[in-house]
């Protein structure tokens, strides 16, 4: 296996950043490539201030941060990714959006280079026939927030030579994080289990069976779960758990996975959980 030793990124949003910030963190010189360079430049000025509370809270040495950060280089060109060893999607969960990003990918990243995407539960195999070489995407699904989380999915389509999944998992461990392989099935192994158990919260809510509150301090307070699962949805975006939800309900067809009304109409009124402001709960104050 050739060593992954320069990463890109396509996407500055809040797993992109995330993302960055692991592989840096973890020794990876980093591409960071935004839209615009005003939304790159950002993405590195939250690193900056997230590494510095890391090392105010003695969780990393000044001078480890500081390299980190050293490492990291942000740009708005698609060809700056043209050398990377491993170029990892984070963009919108939008298979079109991510069809046309491989396809450009594919044009620009040299021989060899590994094109991994961050979905959640779009199909890889899907987004691997936009390139021309299919056998080199895989799925690296890391969970938010990319720092704090230790498990990452491997995802393996019904093209990826299993030599790049081998890469991509010790790509993945070299991060600290968890590597799990799996078949490329819509949810992977997570989301499929996790989402019909989110809507149903959103369903007793719907129904009013219970309260927002006391639903989520019943699955917290009687299940153990750190947090409630109308809280989760919040964290995650009710636009990207309704993505999520009708990925799962094409593949699979099974009623706990069709979204609830209640779900759809937040995500028509732009109430999309923390990143809006307001969703389940409000953020706003």
Do not use: W
């Not at 959006?97 to 779009?122: M, P, Q, R, W, Y």
């Not at 028509?268 to 706003?284: H, I, L, N, P, Q």
């Amino acid at each position: 296996m050739s060593e992954i030793q320069s990463v890109g990124v396509l996407g500055s949003g809040q797993m992109g950043s995330g993302i960055v910030q692991v592989a840096a963190v973890s020794g990876f010189d980093v591409i960071l490539r935004s839209r615009n360079m005003a939304s790159a430049e950002g993405c590195k000025a939250m690193l900056e201030k997230s590494l510095t509370k890391l090392v105010g809270k003695g969780r990393i040495e000044e001078a480890a941060a500081s390299k980190a950060l050293d490492r990291v280089r942000v740009t708005a060109a698609m060809h700056d990714l043209a050398d990377c060893d491993l170029v990892l999607e984070s963009v919108v969960e939008d298979l079109a959006i991510k069809k046309e990003f491989f396809n450009e990918l594919d044009s620009v990243c040299k021989k060899g280079a590994i094109l991994a995407t961050n979905t959640s539960t779009l199909s890889v195999t899907e987004i691997a026939m936009a390139t021309g070489r299919p056998d080199h995407v895989v799925g690296v699904h890391f969970f938010n927030p990319a720092p704090v989380m230790a498990l990452v999915e491997i995802v393996e389509a019904l093209t990826t030579d299993p030599d790049v999944t081998a890469r991509a998992t010790a790509f993945a461990g070299s991060c600290g994080k968890n590597p799990v392989q799996v078949k490329d099935r819509a949810g992977f192994i997570v989301n499929a289990l996790l989402f019909p158990y989110l809507n149903g919260a959103v369903r007793h809510l719907e129904l009013g069976i219970a309260n927002r509150d006391d639903i989520d301090a019943a699955m917290k307070d009687g299940c153990g779960f750190p947090m409630g699962p109308l809280a989760l949805l919040d964290l995650v975006g009710l636009d990207t758990s309704l993505a999520i939800l009708e990925a799962l309900h094409a593949e699979y067809g099974d009623s706990s996975m069709l979204a609830q009304p209640l779900l759809k109409r937040m995500v028509a009124a732009g109430d999309f959980g923390r990143k809006s402001g307001k969703g389940f709960y409000d953020y706003s104050r």
